[in-house]
C-alpha cells in the first residue's frame, strides 16, 4: 500500500524560500504522476505542481507558481520536492503530496502547513 508522508513546512518571511519533501513508500508500481497541491481557509484544494513518471517527466505549474515554484523527484529516493522561492503571503496553505496511478488510485499525504508572513 502506498502511503506519502511531507515534511518542510513552516513559517517564512515574503520573499523567502522553503523546500518541502515528500517520502513514499509501498508501492509504486504502477505510478502515473505526482504531485504538489495545497488549501487555503475556506478555499478549494488546487493543484500547485504536477510531474509525470512518463513522457520524460513532464511538469506542468499553475500559473500563480510559475517561474517560482520548481516541482523535481528522486526516484532512487522515493522522495518528490517542492522548492518554493520568492514566496508571497497568498502562499500560505496546507500543502499535500499527492500521487495519481494508471489503475486509478489517488493516494494523499496528511499535508504540511506553510505561513508566509511578516
Known amino acids: 500500500q502506498a502511503q506519502l508522508v511531507e515534511s518542510g513546512g513552516g513559517l517564512v518571511q515574503p520573499g523567502g524560500s522553503l523546500r518541502l519533501s515528500c517520502a513514499a513508500s509501498?508501492?509504486?508500481?504502477?505510478?502515473?504522476?505526482m504531485g504538489w497541491y495545497r488549501q487555503a481557509p475556506g478555499k478549494q484544494r488546487e493543484l500547485v505542481a504536477m510531474i509525470t513518471f512518463t513522457s520524460g517527466g513532464r511538469t506542468n505549474y499553475a500559473d500563480s507558481v510559475k517561474g517560482r515554484f520548481t516541482i523535481s523527484r528522486d526516484n532512487a529516493k522515493s522522495m518528490l520536492y517542492l522548492q518554493m522561492n520568492s514566496l508571497k503571503p497568498e502562499d500560505t496553505a496546507v500543502y499535500y503530496c499527492?500521487?495519481?496511478?494508471?489503475?486509478?488510485?489517488?493516494?494523499w499525504g496528511q499535508g504540511t502547513q506553510v505561513t508566509v508572513s511578516s
Open positions: 509501498g508501492s509504486f508500481r504502477n505510478i502515473y504522476r
Open positions: 499527492n500521487a495519481d496511478f494508471a489503475d486509478g488510485l489517488v493516494v
